[in-house]
């Protein structure tokens, strides 16, 4: 299907991926969900995602790793802004929202979150709502829980469900590599596989108490150091082993990553994109060109961060937002 031109008052956003360089999971909590503690990045991967006013409501998907949404109302984009409507009290107008897909879908590496963070930018934009970073802080928090981290964007620390934040200081650009899978990987089903793993290790009871997760004091030396070869030896992620559980073909993508000379590999988030870092854009370049070359990934590409969380790049007045 080809979809219908947008008109020039279409408002477009885009917002980027994020990587969790280090990812640890406490216990599973009594209401299904886990604490964590996470270190994330930003990096220039983005999905741009369109709105307008429209005559039904719509989610259109294109690019590399366009999607089919069938139902638009299940659409995180449009829960974004029925949010919005319902707390400012909109006339009830539908909307057209067209995404430009490159974050992978179920990818591990919060592209939905993207999504949504990129929606209420933008359709506070339309309907110049003029919220400030705080109000769209706290409609990203009822949405998600990576949704405030893809709206503010830089290389932060999350706690709790990973929605409270706090930035984390860190030089320098960082240069990474991603592997994508074609099949991604449910995030419900990662963390029930990592239940099952610390069961089967320590009895149905958890005998072995999983501790309060921390984030490691190396990492953050790394990374106020900038020295991408300290933050490659740092990278970590307690749900790696569940995803690789279910994808055993996984590790041999981290293998040959490693093998090809990455300074460090780790699942991003539930998987199952694998991001490597390397020194510089060279070995990036040189490591992408080995790894798409190889038999055990053909989809990579080059990202660099941190970046900027959502940001206008089209729409009346675009500057001045
Ligand atoms: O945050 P989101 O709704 O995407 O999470 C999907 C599922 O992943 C949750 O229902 C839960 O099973 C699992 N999850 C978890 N602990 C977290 C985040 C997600 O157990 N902190």
């Given at each position: 299907?080809?979809?219908?031109?947008?008109?020039?008052?279409?408002?477009?956003?885009?917002?980027?991926?994020?990587?969790?360089?280090?990812?640890?999971?406490?216990?599973?909590?009594?209401?299904?969900?886990?604490?964590?503690?996470?270190?994330?990045?930003?990096?220039?991967?983005?999905?741009?995602?369109?709105?307008?006013?429209?005559?039904?409501?719509?989610?259109?998907?294109?690019?590399?790793?366009?999607?089919?949404?069938?139902?638009?109302?299940?659409?995180?984009?449009?829960?974004?802004?029925?949010?919005?409507?319902?707390?400012?009290?909109?006339?009830?107008?539908?909307?057209?929202?067209?995404?430009?897909?490159?974050?992978?879908?179920?990818?591990?590496?919060?592209?939905?979150?993207?999504?949504?963070?990129?929606?209420?930018?933008?359709?506070?934009?339309?309907?110049?709502?003029?919220?400030?970073?705080?109000?769209?802080?706290?409609?990203?928090?009822?949405?998600?829980?990576?949704?405030?981290?893809?709206?503010?964007?830089?290389?932060?620390?999350?706690?709790?469900?990973?929605?409270?934040?706090?930035?984390?200081?860190?030089?320098?650009?960082?240069?990474?590599?991603?592997?994508?899978?074609?099949?991604?990987?449910?995030?419900?089903?990662?963390?029930?596989?990592?239940?099952?793993?610390?069961?089967?290790?320590?009895?149905?009871?958890?005998?072995?108490?999983?501790?309060?997760?921390?984030?490691?004091?190396?990492?953050?030396?790394?990374?106020?150091?900038?020295?991408?070869?300290?933050?490659?030896?740092?990278?970590?992620?307690?749900?790696?082993?569940?995803?690789?559980?279910?994808?055993?073909?996984?590790?041999e993508?981290h293998a040959a990553?490693l093998e090809?000379?990455?300074?460090?590999?780790?699942?991003?988030?539930?998987?199952?994109?694998?991001?490597?870092?390397?020194?510089?854009?060279?070995?990036?370049?040189?490591?992408?060109?080995?790894?798409?070359?190889?038999?055990?990934?053909?989809?990579?590409?080059?990202?660099?961060?941190?970046?900027?969380?959502?940001?206008?790049?089209?729409?009346?007045?675009?500057?001045?937002?």
């Open positions: 299907m080809t979809a219908a031109p947008l008109p020039p008052q279409a408002v477009t956003v885009r917002a980027p991926a994020k990587v969790n360089l280090e990812l640890r999971v406490g216990p599973r909590r009594p209401d299904g969900y886990h604490d964590l503690a996470t270190v994330f990045q930003t990096m220039s991967l983005y999905d741009e995602v369109s709105v307008t006013r429209w005559d039904e409501w719509e989610v259109i998907a294109s690019g590399p790793h366009a999607a089919l949404f069938p139902d638009p109302m299940d659409n995180l984009v449009v829960r974004a802004a029925k949010l919005l409507a319902e707390h400012f009290d909109l006339e009830d107008t539908p909307l057209s929202f067209r995404i430009d897909k490159s974050i992978p879908v179920a990818g591990g590496m919060a592209g939905g979150s993207a999504d949504a963070a990129a929606a209420l930018v933008a359709v506070d934009h339309l309907f110049e709502l003029g919220l400030d970073r705080s109000e769209l802080d706290s409609f990203a928090a009822q949405l998600g829980a990576d949704v405030p981290f893809a709206l503010a964007g830089g290389t932060a620390m999350g706690t709790g469900r990973g929605d409270r934040l706090a930035p984390v200081l860190s030089r320098g650009t960082y240069h990474w590599v991603l592997a994508f899978s074609d099949v991604g990987l449910s995030t419900p089903d990662v963390f029930a596989e990592l239940d099952r793993l610390r069961e089967d290790r320590d009895g149905p009871d958890g005998a072995i108490d999983v501790p309060v997760p921390e984030v490691s004091a190396e990492l953050m030396t790394a990374l106020r150091s900038g020295d991408p070869a300290a933050v490659g030896a740092s990278l970590g992620n307690d749900l790696q082993e569940a995803a690789f559980s279910l994808r055993p073909e996984l590790r993508v990553g090809f000379g990455a300074l460090g590999a780790v699942v991003s988030g539930s998987g199952p994109t694998i991001a490597f870092l390397t020194a510089d854009v060279e070995s990036a370049m040189d490591l992408s060109v080995s790894l798409a070359a190889s038999d055990v990934c053909r989809d990579v590409s080059r990202a660099k961060g941190p970046v900027h969380g959502a940001q206008i790049i089209a729409g009346p007045s675009a500057g001045t937002a």
